[in-house]
């Protein structure tokens, strides 16, 4: 993602490096059922390779390393380059090159690539246009891209449970609006990857949730490892920000269970190809 100076604090590295380790203990374990379901559409092959783009802490790149020939990552966040890689170390992948760099300016060459994925990243660059074309020019003749959004929150009972909590601590504060102007449009996402130079563009909904043992365990999931609520930790300090997760626990408590409880969310899962 770009280095450039963004309006969305989301398009900064910082708050993706200052979430990096709760992101793969609480973040990581929901995105990774995404990930499944784009990797069984791509079909892997021995021979394959493979590009990530805003590839976070290796959520794709450590589930395909051993079913293809090799894989780059690249990110920007200095952080979640530092987790893929020692994850990757962990496991014994020697195939997989991870890089801190910007998906606005890939470093690779044309048609590199059989096979291509930014799950939960390429949605906040701030040129998306400029996002999708470098995966584009990077992709072999016939390669395969596969791409992930949020869809809008009212299909995200997950996401409407983090809202509603945080809400309990500022009734005042306003709901999340829909915005026809992001990914969470499944036209628009259509579009845009076709625009870019993909064919055969499809983009199909993918809900998938998690379960929760206990009260504990759910409050922890929905205030960790989460970029726009470290942000608001930071600003507030941490004696105010943990009288609002309290608060935010008390609403969890009275208003989910019996445990286990189960709560997902729904994304778009964009696939095009390179003609």
């Not at 609006?177 to 625009?195: H, I, S, W």
Request: with cysteine.
């Amino acid at each position: 993602m770009s280095t450039s100076p963004p309006s969305n604090p989301l398009s900064s590295p910082q708050p993706w490096n200052w979430v990096a380790d709760d992101y793969v203990i609480v973040t990581m374990p929901l995105l990774g059922l995404f990930a499944d379901v784009a990797i069984e559409r791509a079909r892997l092959e021995p021979t394959m390779r493979v590009v990530d783009v805003a590839a976070g802490p290796g959520t794709v790149a450590c589930k395909v390393a051993g079913r293809v020939a090799s894989v780059n990552t690249i990110d920007f966040s200095a952080e979640m380059v530092a987790r893929c890689q020692a994850r990757a170390q962990a496991l014994g992948l020697r195939n997989i090159a991870a890089i801190q760099g910007d998906g606005h300016a890939l470093p690779y060459a044309d048609a590199s690539f059989d096979l291509g994925f930014s799950m939960f990243g390429l949605m906040f660059f701030p040129d998306r246009a400029r996002g999708f074309a470098e995966l584009c020019r990077v992709m072999r003749p016939g390669g395969r891209a596969f791409v992930t959004s949020w869809a809008s929150v009212e299909k995200s009972p997950l996401m409407l449970a983090r809202i509603a909590a945080f809400m309990a601590v500022d009734p005042t504060a306003p709901p999340p609006q829909k915005n026809v102007m992001t990914l969470e449009d499944p036209a628009l996402f259509a579009r845009e990857m076709e625009a870019a130079g993909f064919v055969d563009v499809t983009i199909e909904p993918v809900y998938r949730d998690r379960e929760y043992l206990g009260l504990d365990e759910l409050c922890e999931g929905l205030t960790r490892g989460n970029p726009p609520l470290e942000i608001i930790r930071r600003e507030v300090g941490e004696t105010e920000w943990n009288r609002r997760v309290g608060i935010m626990r008390d609403y969890l408590a009275a208003h989910h269970g019996p445990y286990p409880l189960r709560l997902g969310s729904t994304s778009y899962l964009g696939q095009g190809r390179k003609p």
